[in-house]
């Protein structure tokens, strides 16, 4: 029987007419609810309805000064919070559902906390939580009878690993990711009102992935690539993924002729031919049809294009964007990040040879440096400069293939970023990750730069097909931690389970809410539009060397030997001598002297300069710019994480290879004791030594540097042994650090290096070890490389 309703109440739902339902009882419902609660949530819903007599903000809609300044959304606060619910019976907990969101708390989103998953002292189960009382054997009739089919537990779990895989990244499939913060240097809110920035000291955790862009996901790490590094940073206004790259300019200038690149680069269509690699009749035909990529294509044939870490490149936001501060003022803004261990790259031989000896090299390196504490770091600058400034330049900032020079435009730090945690778990952070250059936040714009608009549209529509839906915005390593509400809903795989039935806006059945945000929330900065519709470039867009150039003109002489060297490798495996010629004109108007060294090592004639876009070239501000080579930046961590080996066989002298080895490592660096086998070693004297490492299974190339201690029955194994002997060859050649007892002087001999070479900068010889020997040897690691004794051959 209902219960009969307070008068007041009574009078006033009767009065709406909310007392009366299409499917259930007209009075209040019985059970176990109180008394009238039924009546006082429609009384509520009521009373909030009419406080909403009309949509207050009709007026507000129309105007350029009321887009400007968009009003707070209209909304009441409720009654109770029974108004704005879905159904009375939210009241009745169970385990499962728990107690409701507080108002304001994004229920699919905040902290990782929430779903990391620990199984310890935990039973097997099915995914309905039904524990498995056998992970052998599958139900059969009978032991050697035939399975059944009710076998649900064996079903449930084959079923779940047919569908395991997900698609790749259409690009940047391969890739590694790590968690941890964003501290901001000094308020910068005379630029930018973005929240992240607006106090000293102030800490936004990150997640950054870094990537190859051409290879498939299980490609190697080392190849001659462009690396993407995308961060997202959790603000507590909302993310913003500045997902940038390690070179600061791109191939092409317009989103229309991605698609092309990436075909161009990717295996050949017809035998998926060759694997992560440029150097191939296809991307060769393109980007030499593209003069615009020529900047880039020096970029990408210097040794950025094989970074020696992760740890150890810049990134950069690569469009030019906008900072706009609380007043609504505007300054455009490029993103700079550079790593505090300074820039470093491997060379080409030894890119090559460690894709074989460990796909994975800058991927462990990232892992293993997180894991002991090494927590890699980055300095945010960013080059901010006005509308008239951009105007006043020969180039124009909206061209991704251009870069603002520090000359004419300086970095100002603003923050550091650490990273501090490795994943809990590769697919569920790594892989499922979905940056977006759209994510943006309030005090953050976008410029007209043609490129990022394709980018802006390109992201969230891949990943609704890589990530199964349009909801991948809920997986936990996506999900804000600022609040989410918003009227969007339903869609494959929903997570957050939304109270009440208002999914629309204005609504005076929630009370109004979520109303929009107004002044409060992304105001777009309103650049003003005096245009025809065309499909057309600027005319500054049409210079295409000026940038070449100058990159290339402020390279030191072995990174310009390394990039002739890497056309001249790129170039010879392109089968289609026309594509080799027009590549060698397209130089000629970057580099007189690049083509003819390039044009030499492929055994052709120099080419006609390729005829230029534009007629009269415009005078570059600036036409050597030091801060473009890599050793412009060396760092200041010495020689921490530096992986160096130390050589031991059976009568090397262990007092040697321990005082090396514990002072390196007080210094901070990484030291393998790698013998002809894993496991123990008889030293000269003293214990047994355990090689942690072999010269098979960790050759020369995996290390930034090698000791050889004394010991003369050890070093005359050691030359007897050709993977030794190929260990300091690569060493040598690769413009390593080698410090060598004088006994080893035979296997240095039989690895070319020459009694002559001994003087070279990088390499000693020394008949006893001690400290002065050892802080030599330390501080020319600290210098990564000696390209002063580099050899044409590498
Ligand atoms: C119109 C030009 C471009 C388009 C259409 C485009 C499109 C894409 C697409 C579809 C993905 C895969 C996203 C995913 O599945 O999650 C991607 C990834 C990526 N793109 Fe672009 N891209 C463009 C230009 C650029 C440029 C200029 C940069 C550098 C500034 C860049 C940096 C990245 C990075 C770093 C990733 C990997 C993000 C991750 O680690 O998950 N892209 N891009």
């Not at 054997?137 to 079923?159: C, H, P, Q, W, Y």
């Not at 052709?604 to 600036?622: F, N």
């Not at 290879?657 to 000269?684: M, N």
Request: net charge negative; charged share 20%; proline share 7%.
């Amino acid at each position: 029987m209902a219960k009969s309703t307070p008068p007041g109440q009574a009078a006033q739902a009767a009065a709406t007419g909310f007392n009366s339902t299409d499917s259930g009882p007209a009075n209040d419902p019985a059970g176990g609810k109180k008394e009238g609660e039924g009546v006082a949530k429609a009384a509520a819903v009521g009373k909030m309805a009419a406080a909403m007599p009309h949509n207050p903000n009709k007026q507000a809609e129309h105007g350029r000064d009321k887009a400007l300044t968009p009003p707070e959304g209209a909304s009441v606060q409720p009654p109770s919070r029974d108004a704005t619910g879905s159904t009375l019976a939210e009241k009745n907990h169970t385990e499962k559902y728990g107690k409701p969101a507080a108002p304001g708390v994004n229920a699919a989103g905040g902290s990782l906390e929430r779903v990391r998953a620990d199984p310890e002292g935990q039973p097997l189960t099915t995914n309905q939580g039904v524990r498995v009382s056998d992970n052998q054997n599958s139900l059969k009739a009978g032991l050697r009878g035939a399975a059944l089919l009710k076998d649900f537990v064996l079903r449930e779990k084959i079923t779940h690993f047919d569908h395991e895989r997900i698609p790749e990244r259409v690009v940047h499939a391969r890739g590694s990711g790590a968690h941890g913060y964003f501290e901001c240097y000094e308020p910068l809110s005379s630029l930018t009102q973005a929240s992240l920035f607006a106090e000293a000291g102030k800490i936004t955790p990150v997640f950054v992935r870094f990537s190859t862009v051409a290879g498939e996901r299980g490609s190697k790490d080392t190849a001659r690539d462009v690396r993407g590094f995308a961060v997202k940073f959790y603000t507590d206004e909302g993310n913003w993924d500045l997902v940038g790259n390690n070179m600061p300019v791109f191939f092409i200038q317009d989103a229309m002729k991605f698609p092309d690149l990436v075909h161009a680069v990717k295996p050949e269509p017809h035998h998926a031919m060759p694997q992560a690699a440029s150097a191939h009749d296809t991307y060769w035909d393109f980007v030499s049809l593209m003069p615009e990529s020529t900047h880039m294509l020096m970029w990408q044939m210097s040794d950025r294009a094989i970074p020696r870490s992760f740890r150890m490149m810049q990134g950069f936001g690569v469009h030019t964007f906008r900072f706009v501060n609380a007043q609504g003022e505007s300054t455009f803004v490029k993103f700079h990040w550079n790593p505090k261990l300074g820039t470093h790259s491997l060379v080409w031989d030894e890119a090559v040879k460690i894709s074989g000896a460990d796909p994975d090299y800058n991927r462990r390196d990232l892992w293993e440096a997180i894991e002991s504490g090494a927590y890699p770091e980055w300095e945010l600058c960013v080059q901010a400069f006005t509308e008239e400034q951009a105007e006043a330049f020969s180039f124009d900032v909206l061209d991704a293939t251009k870069i603002v020079p520090e000359e004419l435009v300086p970095l100002q730090p603003v923050g550091r970023m650490v990273l501090n945690r490795n994943p809990d778990n590769f697919f569920a952070e790594t892989e499922q990750v979905a940056f977006c250059a759209a994510h943006v936040v309030p005090g953050i714009d976008f410029t007209n730069d043609p490129l990022l608009a394709g980018r802006i549209h390109s992201y969230v529509d891949t990943q609704i097909t890589r990530l199964g839906g349009p909801n991948f915005h809920e997986l936990p390593i996506n999900a804000p931690l600022a609040p989410v509400q918003n009227n969007q809903r339903d869609g494959m795989h929903r997570q957050a389970i939304h109270r009440g039935r208002s999914s629309y806006e204005p609504n005076s059945l929630g009370g109004g809410c979520p109303h929009q945000a107004g002044t409060q929330g992304f105001v777009s900065f309103p650049e003003p539009i005096h245009a025809d519709e065309v499909r057309g470039k600027p005319e500054k867009f049409a210079e295409h060397y000026n940038q070449a150039a100058l990159f290339y003109n402020s390279q030191t002489e072995a990174e310009q030997r390394h990039i002739a060297a890497a056309f001249r490798f790129e170039l010879s495996k392109v089968t289609v001598p026309a594509v080799r010629r027009r590549v060698v004109s397209m130089l000629r108007n970057a580099s007189e002297e690049l083509a003819a060294e390039v044009a030499q090592g492929l055994g052709m004639e120099l080419p006609e300069a390729m005829p230029r876009a534009l007629a009269k070239t415009p005078k570059p501000e600036v036409e050597v710019s030091p801060a473009l080579s890599l050793t412009a930046r060396q760092g200041d961590a010495g020689i921490q994480s530096r992986q160096v080996a130390v050589l031991v066989a059976d009568g090397v002298d262990g007092a040697a290879v321990w005082d090396a080895t514990h002072a390196l490592q007080e210094q901070g660096a990484v030291v393998r004791l790698v013998g002809p086998h894993i496991g123990a070693v008889t030293p000269r004297e003293g214990p047994a030594i355990d090689a942690d490492a072999s010269l098979e299974n960790h050759p020369g190339v995996l290390f930034d540097g090698v000791i050889v201690p004394g010991g003369p029955d050890a070093a005359k194994r050691l030359a007897a042994d050709p993977k030794a002997r190929e260990f300091l060859t690569d060493q040598f050649l690769h413009s390593k650090t080698i410090w060598a007892s004088r006994d080893a002087e035979a296997l240095l001999r039989q690895a070319g290096i020459t009694a002559q070479d001994e003087e070279l900068p990088g390499i000693f010889v020394t008949a006893k070890g001690g400290s002065k020997a050892l802080q030599n040897f330390v501080s020319a690691l600290g210098h990564h490389r000696h390209f002063e004794r580099e050899r044409p051959a590498a």
